[in-house]
């Protein structure tokens, strides 16, 4: 594997480990703060990204690459609202699209086809990703600052993830 494609690739691995953690704050966050769906929601996000992220060890050492386990930044833990909480959840999608993007650039540049095709199934994920966090976002957009709102939002919270994900 060319090392500018390897180096990506353990890039990506201290991103998707990054976002695991980020999201296991957020949970923790959102337990403590009294939304249990929203809780539940980013548990399951974490885990998703810890996978996503071994996925990748497992895909580099395959390919005899050297796989490097980062060391993490603190994640952010505390948040304005729920709407602070919804935002960094998509920004930080984003930042991971980008950055998938970014090796895909460079499996096309030196012609590294096995990962390019690797790389489809997180090009897939991302997409998904961010359209439940957009969606997510919008209603949290139309509830505004309503308490009442907030509540159905927390109990419905897996129902809309779910729909997102069956579209
Ligand atoms: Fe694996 Fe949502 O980034």
Not at 57 to 69: L, P, Q
Not at 97 to 110: M, W
Request: with cysteine; aromatic share 12%; glycine share 4%.
């Amino acid at each position: 594997m060319h090392s500018s494609i390897e180096n990506l690739l353990n890039d990506q691995i201290k991103y998707e480990a990054q976002a695991s953690m980020q999201y296991l704050a957020m949970a923790s966050w959102a337990d403590a703060n009294g939304f249990s769906g929203v809780a539940n929601f980013f548990y399951d996000q974490s885990d998703e990204e810890r996978l996503h992220m071994i996925k990748l060890i497992k895909f580099v050492n395959e390919r005899g690459g050297t796989v490097i386990i980062p060391s993490l930044e603190q994640p952010k833990d505390s948040f304005a609202s729920l709407l602070d909480l919804f935002e960094k959840f998509l920004g930080s999608e984003i930042f991971v699209t980008e950055q998938i993007n970014k090796i895909i650039f460079e499996c096309l540049d030196k012609k590294d086809y096995n990962v390019h095709n690797f790389m489809q199934w997180y090009v897939t994920e991302q997409l998904e990703e961010e359209a439940t966090a957009r969606t997510l976002l919008d209603k949290l957009n139309i509830i505004g600052d309503d308490k009442s709102g907030y509540y159905l939002f927390d109990r419905d919270i897996e129902t809309f993830a779910a729909e997102e994900e069956n579209k």
